[in-house]
């Protein structure tokens, strides 16, 4: 009989460690899945906000633009470029029109553009009259003036006999003195027997004659 007992208690022993080992194995499965659970969790919330980098090209492509359109502008002409020689004379309504011919000389193009600053002169160099004012007849715009081609300007003169008194001068010009906007080329053309009277003005430099 003490022989079943103690094959008994050993058995109740024998069942314990069995639970025992059962509940440890069965923590250490539930802790795994759970600890891989977390783990995942974590990594797809990490890869979300990730940021993404993109290469950023658009200053470098602006400056290679920038230095594209500096090296194909064209220099403003120069004396060392033109030649002025005095074109047609034109008259309407009261004002008649002297016509300049600016003659690229040069082996290269260059610009002529706006209204250029415009004055009459006498024999020593002194301004008669007031300068001319823009005549918006012309559109400014650049003119390009490719080796041996001509751009064209025209000086407009009121008609001295609309005018009374001493509103105009009396000293005639011997030369039209010419600056184009923005530059400091200064063009001193001959142009005798003009008086400068209120309303002298200057159309802007055009590609083709008026």
């Not at 194909?72 to 002025?84: G, K, Q, S």
């Amino acid at each position: 009989m003490g022989k079943q007992m103690g094959q008994s208690g050993f058995g109740a022993v024998e069942a314990s460690l069995v639970l025992v080992a059962f509940c440890i194995v069965g923590f250490t499965g539930w802790y795994v899945y759970h600890a891989k659970q977390v783990a995942d969790k974590t990594l797809a919330g990490t890869s979300s906000t990730v940021p993404t980098f993109t290469r950023n090209t658009g200053a470098k492509q602006s400056k290679t633009t920038a230095k594209r359109s500096t090296s194909t502008a064209l220099a403003a002409c120069t004396n060392a470029d033109i030649t002025v020689t005095q074109g047609r004379k034109t008259g309407a309504a009261g004002t008649f029109g002297v016509g300049l011919v600016f003659t690229n000389t040069s082996g290269t193009a260059c610009t002529l553009e706006g209204y250029p600053a415009t004055a009459l002169l006498d024999g020593g160099g002194q301004q008669i009259g007031q300068a001319a004012q823009p005549n918006s007849t012309v559109q400014a715009a650049a003119v390009t003036l490719q080796p041996h081609a001509a751009g064209y300007l025209t000086v407009l003169f009121p008609n001295p006999g609309n005018f009374s008194g001493n509103q105009c001068s009396t000293q005639q010009s011997s030369f039209v003195q010419i600056k184009p906007s923005g530059q400091s080329s200064v063009f001193k053309v001959p142009l005798t027997a003009d008086q400068y009277c209120p309303g002298f003005s200057v159309e802007a430099f055009s590609s083709t004659p008026d």
